[in-house]
């Protein structure tokens, strides 16, 4: 029909790692309904997001546009894709739609936000499909490194669209549906407008490793060690759990789970059928009257996490366990970039007690999730789009995955976060631009990444605190001289004498000497105030200081 179009619209997830959330709509411009794909997290660091607990798309765009929204679809269970549910599932009220493992761990999410029943919809795999407005869309098994991830159909009027979601090429993954070349050139015959793809591994040469592969490795590693072993990896990869504890099984060790995310993933696996021939686990109580020889620990912290299981038994117990000289900790994981600087600190503390720490240095313990760059070119061959759209990936990836198209004469466009493309006629182009960002979790309280709340943490934490305090009275006279307190300020600074005394000296003497107008002046004192308290702390201590002024008025 003339004068619609089919648009792509990226939120988060593509210009970085994390944060996924893609809309796609269909109708006149402006006018085009909608569907979500995916609602992710990204985790926050110390030095950029002091305080926060969880970093979020920001929607607003798609909130006000809520009542064209008529539907979500969540391709699988990692926390970078599901993790937002729970938050934005009432801002965008439409119901949200996922295979029945995913649709198990996004229930906790919204169970813990009050959301009923019928907010999510469990859908079967392919051929089933979800109409959705002008869209009919279907779940695509692809292998992953977590059960149940799918590729997503989405059919238009303007022609067939291919969501990668996350993947890699892996035919025999111990858990979950192996990668089906025949059933993704099934659905590709008709032809294909766009491959939105997976970018994560384009700069990865070779081609990709099925998990399959560790289980020999992983056996004789855990055979040959003296004393307890513990082994961390991440909770959602359901597949390297049961290896582990196979491998465990065989070398007669008892299985012990420690950490809320990894029981759940094998609870859940375990409930919806997918998880088959995992060794029996014992709880903590027992497992402290386990020999340590036949003892293994599947462990929560593989990225470093402050609170999760590894760092508790790396700065002394957890749930009573302890670790000793003469056991070994494996890090059966990639260290997410950005992480390493918690995951070196907690394999520092295991050394000092005399662990042996075994990292996957050679590739022998992990294998990546994401499809490499001979994997992506399989799949852009067996697809054959009309054209790619990279995505899931900081640019530098979907850059160099436009490049890797153009070699076989694949046509791409880069599109990043606030680019809407219109997918409509034999090429893509761009739109408009939406403008878009990121939200945080602070504590229990949801906050714009500009309202200058975890900026001015930020300078307080670089710079101190200074309070300053005067009270005015009836005359417009100061009532004594001000006073300050302090806060991640040295008490002496550079004249030897006490900060505080320099500061209210310093004040006193300006206070002093200001005219009744000046007094009078609410935000001009305010302002003087502030600059001399930042100018003397400079001057003592070599920081400028975050300075708030409270002036109380007699009347």
């Known amino acids: 029909m003339s004068g619609e179009r089919l648009i792509y619209l990226p939120l988060g997830g593509a210009g970085e790692i994390g944060m996924n959330a893609y809309v796609y709509g269909y109708g006149k411009p402006g006018q085009e309904r909608l569907i979500v794909v995916d609602l992710g997290v990204t985790f926050p660091d110390m030095d950029t997001t002091p305080g926060v607990d969880l970093i979020m798309p920001d929607i607003s765009w798609l909130e006000a546009r809520k009542d064209r929204i008529d539907a979500i679809f969540i391709t699988h269970a990692h926390e970078d894709h599901v993790g937002a549910v729970g938050h934005f599932w009432k801002r965008l009220g439409a119901t949200i739609h996922a295979r029945k493992f995913t649709a198990a761990i996004a229930r906790h999410k919204l169970d813990e936000h009050g959301a009923p029943e019928s907010i999510l919809n469990v859908v079967e795999p392919w051929p089933a499909t979800v109409d959705a407005g002008p869209f009919k869309v279907g779940f695509v098994p692809i292998s992953h490194s977590i059960p149940e991830s799918s590729g997503l159909v989405i059919d238009s009027p303007e022609g067939r669209v291919l969501h990668s979601g996350d993947f890699k090429i892996d035919h025999t993954p111990v ?202 070119q399989l799949l852009h061959d067996i697809v054959r789009p009309q054209f790619l759209v990279p995505m899931h990936g900081e640019h530098r990836h979907l850059r160099e995955h436009v490049k890797l198209g153009l070699e076989r004469g694949l046509p791409g466009i880069v599109a990043v976060n606030g680019m809407m493309l219109d997918l409509s006629g034999n090429a893509p182009k761009v739109a408009e631009y939406i403008d878009t960002g990121r939200s945080y979790l602070d504590g229990s309280v949801m906050i714009g990444a500009m309202d200058g709340i975890v900026r001015d943490r930020i300078r307080m934490a670089l710079n101190g605190h200074v309070t300053v305090t005067m009270i005015i009275d009836e005359n417009d006279e100061p009532l004594g001289d001000p006073w300050c307190e302090i806060m991640g300020l040295p008490e002496k600074g550079r004249s030897n004498a006490p900060l505080v005394e320099t500061l209210e000296g310093d004040l006193a003497q300006f206070v002093n000497k200001a005219g009744r107008r000046m007094l009078r002046d609410e935000d001009k004192l305010d302002r003087e105030l502030k600059r001399i308290a930042r100018s003397t702390t400079q001057a003592e201590t070599g920081k400028k200081p975050e300075v708030n002024v409270v002036v109380s008025r007699l009347s």
């Open 175 to 376: 858990v979950g549906e192996p990668f089906n070349p025949d059933l993704w050139s099934e659905i590709s015959k008709g032809g294909v407008k766009a491959l939105v793809c997976d970018s994560t591994n384009v700069f990865s040469p070779l081609p990709g490793r099925s998990e399959a592969t560790l289980a020999p490795e992983i056996e004789k590693l855990i055979a040959a060690q003296p004393g307890m072993v513990v082994a961390t990896t991440f909770a959602s990869n359901v597949a390297r759990l049961k290896t582990i504890a196979i491998a465990a099984d065989r070398a007669g060790r008892t299985v012990c789970l420690l950490g809320r995310a990894m029981r759940r993933m094998v609870e859940t696996a375990t409930e919806c059928g997918l998880l088959h021939g995992f060794p029996k686990t014992v709880g903590p109580e027992e497992a402290a009257s386990i020999p340590r020889e036949n003892l293994l620990l599947l462990v929560t912290g593989s990225q470093g996490e402050r609170r999760a299981a590894s760092a508790q038994l790396a700065q002394g117990s957890y749930l009573g366990l302890k670790l000793q000289e003469g056991d070994s900790f494996l890090f059966s994981s990639r260290t997410i970039p950005g992480n390493e600087r918690g995951v070196i600190k907690i394999m520092n503390q295991l050394s000092e007690k005399g662990v042996d720490v075994i990292e996957d240095t050679h590739g022998l313990f992990h294998v990546s999730g994401h499809a490499n760059r001979p994997d992506l």
